[in-house]
């Protein structure tokens, strides 16, 4: 429902080029639809009473970045400061945060804010409210040196994850995890796409010992060392017919979709017998 996806395994960092005051920060801003960033210097924001204010350490780059800077995604604010995996220090609070102090290393993921209200929200379900709002398109993100963030929607994040290594699971990891752990017992995963969300699930079904089939092109496999991560692969699979997937029926319980062509999606859940979905 939300239209989130996985990261393209991008982080960056900030290097203080700009000439700055103590109430200014850095930030690369999105005026307009398929146009390129500016870099820009803005007033460092105020946290509200509910939300974290942070000093930007690292933020992935997602593809879901890019469908909003290319006018693909149709509603951002403007003008927008992108980023959704967003790894940073708190440096002020707001008078109702709890939980978090100074000097505490969180994580600020695409929910950025819901209404707390619909079903969805009253079920636990609110990635799925129809009022939520997100990071780095209704709210600006982290391509900046400071950012604000609700706190409720923060995490706490383990030391044993250096700020580049956390920041993509913030995003790719979530929305792999949520998928993979829907499908309960599933003695195999087939996986159609292969990009940063795919990348980790993968790994993490590997670590389980769960047998993963992967779907994608050999351009798409080369750069994530597909052969260590999968027992089988399936080349060139967009380019596939209907009958080359009736052919694996049976094969794998679980589909795990991270790509967008319908005709080819239709054909690959066909031969799962339990389906989840993230794209």
Sequence with gaps: PSPAGGGVGIVFGWTHYCLMSDQTMQAMVLEAARSPLRLTVLPIPEPSSRQLR???????????????????????????????????????????VEGFAIGDRVGVPWLGSTDGTCPYCRNGEENLCDGARFTGYQIDGGY??????????????????????????????LIGYRSLKMTGDAARLGIYGFGAAAHIVAQVARHHHVPVIVGS????????????????????FRRWTAQHFRELAGEFELAYNVRSEADAVRA????????????
Excluded: Q
């Excluded at 995604?73 to 995996?85: D, S």
């Excluded at 092109?217 to 060139?236: I, K, S």
């Design 54 to 96: 942070l000093r930007v350490l690292a933020c992935g780059v997602c593809r879901t970045d890019l469908h909003i800077v290319d006018g693909e995604l149709t509603e951002p604010k403007l003008p927008l400061v992108p980023g959704h995996e967003i790894v940073g220090c708190v440096e002020a609070l707001g008078s109702e």
């Design 217 to 236: 092109t050999a351009d798409e496999m080369t750069p994530f060392d597909l052969a260590r991560t999968a027992p089988r692969t399936l080349e060139d």
């Design 268 to 279: 690959f859940v066909d031969v799962a017998r339990d389906t989840t979905f993230s794209s």
């Design 144 to 173: 900046a040196s400071h950012t604000v963030a609700d706190a409720r929607y923060c995490f706490h994040l383990p030391e044993d994850y250096s700020d580049a290594e956390a920041a993509p699971l913030l995003c790719a990891g």
